[in-house]
């Protein structure tokens, strides 16, 4: 078994004798256990607790704000958990919760999750994923461990979404390149907005010599040249549904006929699709076929607008003036200016309108020295004044108005606009106060103050009186 490392914290409660029954056994199956407050990051935290102790979704929330996403909750003894009790561990910032009645069962489960956990860090370091993707921010990160993890650990098809730029082809490249097949071919792409309705069937299926007019020579199709491996369907929400229909087949089964042909064929590839769209909206209103979207999105990953992950954009721009410097050389750095500029923008198109102004910096700075407002050019500097003000769109001014409409106060609005900002950040912070403090600039003090304020008003509402 590989050794794998935890930090193992106990909520209040847990007896002494549990507590060292517990780490012994851990150590047995050849974990190493670091101290509680260990500030690694790598290191995934192991909650343990025993009853229903009042502490334990604090202790939950303070692990997650040291490692996001790597909180493993041990619940033992008999009615471990009140009911609910494990969603409330999980919205407080839990990966998992796992309840047994006794330390010596549970142990097998925390290692082989663990070690998954250490499996796929091991591939976020690798040169494979380092090369491809950059990015460190918690949304990043986030998805991207179960980019990964999918990607290693199953063959199923993958559905990835996003805003255009956000990577999408990028990311399923990178689950080609992470497959495990030890037989795997081509990536093969096909873009779905550039498929003429009347050549289609010959660009999935094939087709035979003389099937049609200009048939010259038989001609594989893409299910044909994606024979393991892997097929990219990108912008897959553009497809017509008649081609929607004839694809059900070969997605679900793995054959097909070629155009004119006679013979079923098969092929054997992982599928990933990869759409802007919102293709469940798609499918609701009847314009992507329901049978089709669940077969082709056995995972779904939504990759974060780069407004979303703020915290990468100065590593990618220094990836991407890198790019256009010298192998070996060290691209300018960055003034004070633009820095802020940068991690200001809105970035409408995303990483790739972010690659687009590096190249155009990398071309216009000249001369030693840090780049300055200058390189971007007058009206990259004058959009992003419009740009601080995106927020504030026409559903943000609807709202108001409605609100002014029904003659609610201004105190009430603005006390409104606080509690759903407040818990908007805690939500987007996976329930961590102190990261969602940062991020609506006041200090972690004042951010609990609030929440308890609005809890207080929620109490007091005239709905809540009796008699």
């Known amino acids: 078994m590989t050794s794998v490392a935890a930090r193992m914290c106990f909520a209040g409660g847990v ?78 910032g839990a990966s998992d919760v796992l309840v047994d009645a006794t330390c010596e069962r549970v142990v097998a489960r ?21 090369r491809t993707l950059v990015g460190d921010s918690p949304a990043w990160r986030r998805v991207l461990r179960q980019v990964v993890e999918v990607a290693r650990f199953t063959d199923a098809p993958v559905l990835v979404t996003g ?5 999408k082809e ?41 099937s049609f007019t200009g048939a010259v020579a038989a001609r594989n199709g893409a299910f044909a040249l994606a024979d393991e491996g892997t097929l ?40 990933v699709c990869a759409t802007n769209r919102e293709l469940e909206r798609e499918r609701d209103e009847g314009r992507f076929r329901a049978d089709l979207f669940y077969r082709i999105s056995g995972w779904t990953f939504r990759l974060p607008a780069l407004h979303e992950r703020r915290e990468d954009i100065v590593p990618l721009v220094r990836r991407f003036l890198a790019d256009h410097h010298p192998e070996g050389a060290a691209p300018p750095e960055l003034d004070d200016a633009v820095l802020q500029h ?64 029904m003659g609610i106060g201004l105190k009430e609005i603005g006390r409104i606009a606080e509690d759903l900002a407040v818990r908007l950040a805690v939500h987007r912070e996976n329930g961590s106060l102190q990261h969602a403090a940062r991020r609506l600039g006041v200090t972690d ?14 109490l007091a509402t005239p709905g809540d009186k009796t008699g």
């Open 170 to 210: 990028l990311v399923s490249r990178l689950i080609h390149a992470l497959d495990p097949r030890k037989i795997k071919r081509d990536f093969v792409v096909l873009d779905c907005t550039t498929i003429v309705p009347e050549l289609s069937g010959s660009e999935f299926f094939g087709h035979e010599k003389g």
């Open 15 to 92: 007896s002494a004798r549990v507590r060292s029954d517990v780490a012994l056994a851990l150590r047995s199956a050849g974990l190493e256990l670091a101290r509680p407050h260990d500030g690694d990051p790598q290191i995934p935290s192991l909650v343990v607790v025993e009853g229903a102790p009042a502490d334990a979704l604090d202790l939950v929330r303070a692990q997650n704000a040291c490692v996001p996403d790597r909180v493993l909750v041990v619940a033992l003894g008999e009615g471990a958990l009140e009911p609910g009790g494990a969603l409330q561990l999980i919205a407080a």
């Open 342 to 405: 940068l991690t200001r923008r809105s970035f409408r198109g995303n990483i790739r309108e972010l690659r687009q102004i590096c190249a155009r910096i990398a071309h216009r700075h000249v001369g030693p020295g840090p780049i300055t407002l200058g390189d971007l050019g007058g009206d990259l500097v004058e959009a992003a004044e419009l740009d601080d003000a995106d927020w504030c769109d026409q559903a943000f001014h609807r709202s108001i108005d409605k609100a002014v409409a």
């Open 110 to 130: 925390v290692a082989a999750r663990l070690e998954r956990w250490a499996a796929i860090d091991a591939l976020l370091a690798s040169e494979a994923v380092a």
């Open 445 to 458: 003090r004042a951010l609990q103050l609030r929440r308890a304020s609005s809890r207080t008003a929620e």
């Open 163 to 167: 805003e255009t730029g956000t990577g």
């Open 232 to 271: 990219f369907l990108d912008e897959v929400g553009e497809l017509p549904l008649t081609l929607q229909a004839e694809l059900l087949r070969v997605v679900q089964e793995h054959s097909y006929k070629r155009i004119g042909g006679s013979v079923w064929q098969t092929t054997q590839f992982r599928l």
